[in-house]
């Protein structure tokens, strides 16, 4: 069965292309940029920090050979951290208000961090999870990066060979999926050694689904942890043992990229950057830190930042100054000698006179974290936090007293500022007028996944988080799955609808309908194949489990450019009911 799945995959391919070309020559002394980003690792699942429950030396040395910020702040999930490394803003500026169903894309007309290296010249490649936006001209060959290799959505549902793209092709992955995007992370650089490259490596562990391979597993299966979180008896030990092996898994993947760097003689020509994008995804060690992801608070949003340059940075620094994910556009920019030409005022300002000179003079600073309505302000000493509570940071790092009546200037102070903040940045936050895309000048398919679409009657998602669930039981005529969508690029489509149909006496006969136009096709054989993740499981998820989804031929529709609402229907549903369905995929055949 997998052959066959594989071969449909590969007869599906078109060649891919890239809207964006570099402009300029990059300078002969311009540096490569690696990025790491890793997802739902928190501040404290590192043993350079301390804990003792896990082994992390590859990642331990980038801060030991570079600069430790060690009060770096990003957002408390996931989208609206990877948005604000993208364009040096504060999230909701780009729009981004959710981790799903459209409010994780990034606004178009914002310029990104690989926008301006692939303009200076740089090769540039994305490699691992996205989750700032799906369609065309949101996905990540829109925004700068000429190479992608990953998935846009904001969680995958099975790690072991699942289905990935590849720039404008859907391929089944290999092996592991940390293993596999690092992979192709090494094959980029190696291939572009002789170029300045920006490649940025965003591993979606250890977020949920618990899955590790065994090699790592074995380490923490019956493993004590002397090391536990500040209220023990709400830690799931099992859930800490997983997260925690994901995280040696990491740590042996980055290993890899630091030895390629060596042995292509070209570590001391690159800048390596580590950092996470929120909290800790369970309650487990974190330093006695208050809150986890999602929250606002220190131990919600304080991450590692370790920036690492031989010979340019200083090694074996330690910097307590506040710094932030809005930063690190700026920041790079300016070690890579690049001057940023954006439409937009930045949030962030660059560290790097502080990186390569630590004793430069620190300003005053506010960091703003925002989530669910939810504003925390951090100055270098205190933290206001959304309930007005605050804290002295540096007395009562783990926010036990509220000391608002003891400092009640700078709480004023801060108080005032949350609430120009909010005044200022959140008020065009939710953005509603974002129809899903179909058709792009620069990309031959387009991916409208169920996650972004809604349904009527008793259809269901397979979970209630929708980043990689699928819709079930369809049982009625009367009920549609239908998405918003705008069509950029008049031509002709061919429509591939991903599902599973089982075994009847006869086959569901489908309708999609757009702007009055209607294409029918009956599915005309079955394809039910079992559920996926359960065996690989270490602890039990919360999130849909998976299955081999099938590319059926619906047929080609002509369109125009035009908005409204794309539906599809079932004109005949046999007993057994219809389809599962996962995504329609559109591929441009013809255009004017």
Same mark, same amino acid.
């Given at each position: 069965?997998?052959?066959?799945?594989?071969?449909?995959?590969?007869?599906?391919?078109?060649?891919?292309?890239?809207?964006?070309?570099?402009?300029?020559?990059?300078?002969?002394?311009?540096?490569?940029?690696?990025?790491?980003?890793?997802?739902?690792?928190?501040?404290?699942?590192?043993?350079?920090?301390?804990?003792?429950?896990?082994?992390?030396?590859?990642?331990?040395?980038?801060?030991?050979?570079?600069?430790?910020?060690?009060?770096?702040?990003?957002?408390?999930?996931?989208?609206?951290?990877?948005?604000?490394?993208?364009?040096?803003?504060?999230?909701?500026?780009?729009?981004?208000?959710?981790?799903?169903?459209?409010? &994780?894309?990034? +606004? #178009?007309?914002? @310029?990104?961090? !690989?926008? =301006?290296?692939? $303009?200076?010249?740089?090769?540039?490649?994305?490699?691992?999870?996205?989750?700032?936006?799906?369609?065309?001209?949101?996905?990540?060959?829109?925004?700068?990066?000429?190479?992608?290799?990953?998935?846009?959505?904001?969680?995958?549902?099975?790690?072991?060979?699942?289905?990935?793209?590849?720039?404008?092709?859907?391929?089944?992955?290999?092996?592991?999926?940390?293993?596999?995007?690092?992979?192709?992370?090494?094959?980029?650089?190696?291939?572009?050694?002789?170029?300045?490259?920006?490649?940025?490596?965003?591993?979606?562990?250890?977020?949920?689904?618990?899955?590790?391979?065994?090699?790592?597993?074995?380490?923490?299966?019956?493993?004590?942890?002397?090391?536990?979180?500040?209220?023990? &008896?709400?830690? +799931? #030990?099992?859930? @800490?043992?997983? !997260?925690? =092996?994901?995280? $040696?898994?990491?740590?042996?993947?980055?290993?890899?990229?630091?030895?390629?760097?060596?042995?292509?003689?070209?570590?001391?020509?690159?800048?390596?950057?580590?950092?996470?994008?929120?909290?800790?995804?369970?309650?487990?060690?974190?330093?006695?830190?208050?809150?986890?992801?999602?929250?606002?608070?220190?131990?919600?949003?304080?991450?590692?930042?370790?920036?690492?340059?031989?010979?340019?940075?200083?090694?074996?620094?330690?910097?307590?100054?506040?710094?932030?994910?809005?930063?690190?556009?700026?920041?790079?920019?300016?070690?890579?000698?690049?001057?940023?030409?954006?439409?937009?005022?930045?949030?962030?300002?660059?560290?790097?006179?502080?990186?390569?000179?630590?004793?430069?003079?620190?300003?005053?600073? #506010?960091?703003?974290?925002?989530?669910?309505?939810?504003?925390?302000?951090?100055?270098?000493?205190?933290?206001?936090?959304?309930?007005?509570?605050?804290?002295?940071?540096?007395?009562?790092?783990?926010?036990?007293?509220?000391?608002?009546?003891?400092?009640?200037?700078?709480?004023?102070?801060?108080?005032?500022?949350?609430?120009?903040?909010?005044?200022?940045?959140?008020?065009?936050?939710?953005?509603?007028?974002?129809?899903?895309?179909?058709?792009?000048?620069?990309?031959?398919?387009?991916?409208?996944?169920?996650?972004?679409?809604?349904?009527?009657?008793?259809?269901?998602?397979?979970?209630?988080?929708?980043?990689?669930?699928?819709?079930?039981?369809?049982?009625?005529?009367?009920?549609?799955?239908?998405?918003?969508?705008?069509?950029?690029?008049?031509?002709?489509?061919?429509?591939?609808?991903?599902?599973?149909?089982?075994?009847?006496?006869?086959?569901?006969?489908?309708?999609?309908?757009?702007?009055?136009?209607?294409?029918?096709?009956?599915?005309?054989?079955?394809?039910?194949?079992?559920?996926?993740?359960?065996?690989?499981?270490?602890?039990?998820?919360?999130?849909?489990?998976?299955?081999?989804?099938?590319?059926?031929?619906?047929?080609?529709?002509?369109?125009?450019?035009?908005?409204?609402?794309?539906?599809?229907?079932?004109?005949?549903?046999?007993?057994?009911?219809?389809?599962?369905?996962?995504?329609?995929?559109?591929?441009?055949?013809?255009?004017?």
């Amino acid at each position: 069965m997998k052959s066959i799945v594989f071969l449909l995959l590969i007869l599906l391919g078109l060649g891919p292309q890239c809207p964006l070309h570099g402009d300029q020559e990059p300078r002969p002394s311009s540096p490569n940029v690696l990025v790491i980003l890793t997802d739902d690792q928190g501040w404290g699942d590192l043993s350079i920090h301390g804990n003792r429950n896990l082994s992390t030396p590859h990642l331990d040395s980038i801060g030991s050979e570079g600069v430790i910020m060690d009060r770096f702040f990003v957002c408390p999930v996931c989208s609206p951290t990877r948005a604000e490394f993208l364009t040096g803003r504060y999230h909701p500026r780009g729009g981004v208000y959710s981790t799903s169903a459209g409010g &994780e894309r990034l +606004n #178009l007309g914002t @310029t990104t961090i !690989a926008e =301006a290296f692939l $303009e200076a010249g740089y090769k540039t490649g994305m490699f691992g999870k996205w989750h700032n936006g799906t369609q065309p001209p949101y996905h990540p060959r829109s925004r700068g990066f000429e190479t992608f290799y990953g998935f846009t959505s904001g969680h995958w549902g099975h790690y072991f060979s699942p289905l990935l793209e590849s720039n404008d092709q859907i391929v089944p992955g290999s092996g592991y999926i940390n293993d596999d995007v690092t992979e192709h992370a090494m094959t980029f650089i190696k291939d572009h050694q002789e170029r300045p490259f920006f490649c940025y490596l965003a591993f979606n562990t250890p977020h949920s689904p618990m899955q590790v391979p065994d090699t790592y597993w074995s380490r923490f299966e019956d493993k004590e942890l002397p090391m536990r979180h500040r209220d023990p &008896e709400k830690e +799931n #030990l099992d859930h @800490t043992r997983a !997260a925690l =092996a994901m995280c $040696e898994n990491i740590d042996w993947n980055v290993g890899r990229l630091l030895k390629l760097l060596d042995q292509l003689s070209l570590a001391e020509d690159t800048i390596v950057v580590f950092f996470c994008d929120n909290g800790p995804n369970g309650n487990r060690w974190n330093e006695g830190m208050k809150g986890r992801k999602g929250s606002t608070d220190e131990g919600g949003v304080r991450s590692p930042l370790f920036i690492r340059w031989p010979g340019k940075i200083p090694a074996g620094k330690r910097m307590a100054h506040i710094a932030s994910v809005i930063d690190l556009m700026p920041t790079l920019a300016e070690l890579a000698g690049i001057q940023l030409q954006t439409a937009e005022s930045l949030d962030g300002m660059s560290l790097a006179s502080w990186l390569t000179k630590p004793s430069t003079p620190f300003p005053d600073r #506010l960091i703003f974290s925002h989530w669910n309505n939810k504003v925390s302000v951090r100055n270098q000493r205190f933290r206001l936090d959304h309930t007005t509570r605050l804290y002295d940071m540096w007395e009562d790092p783990t926010q036990q007293k509220d000391v608002s009546s003891q400092f009640p200037e700078i709480s004023q102070h801060l108080s005032q500022a949350a609430e120009e903040w909010r005044t200022s940045v959140l008020k065009d936050l939710k953005a509603k007028d974002r129809p899903f895309t179909i058709g792009d000048p620069h990309h031959l398919q387009t991916l409208l996944p169920v996650r972004d679409a809604r349904a009527t009657g008793q259809i269901q998602r397979s979970n209630r988080f929708p980043n990689d669930a699928y819709f079930t039981e369809w049982h009625r005529t009367e009920d549609e799955i239908h998405w918003p969508v705008e069509v950029r690029r008049k031509g002709t489509y061919e429509v591939w609808l991903w599902q599973t149909t089982p075994q009847g006496e006869s086959y569901p006969l489908l309708e999609l309908e757009f702007q009055g136009q209607r294409l029918r096709a009956r599915i005309d054989e079955p394809w039910d194949p079992p559920l996926l993740g359960a065996d690989q499981d270490r602890v039990k998820r919360q999130e849909s489990y998976v299955k081999v989804f099938k590319p059926f031929p619906m047929g080609r529709m002509k369109l125009t450019k035009s908005t409204g609402t794309l539906r599809l229907k079932a004109l005949e549903l046999p007993k057994t009911g219809g389809p599962d369905i996962r995504w329609l995929e559109w591929r441009q055949v013809t255009s004017p």
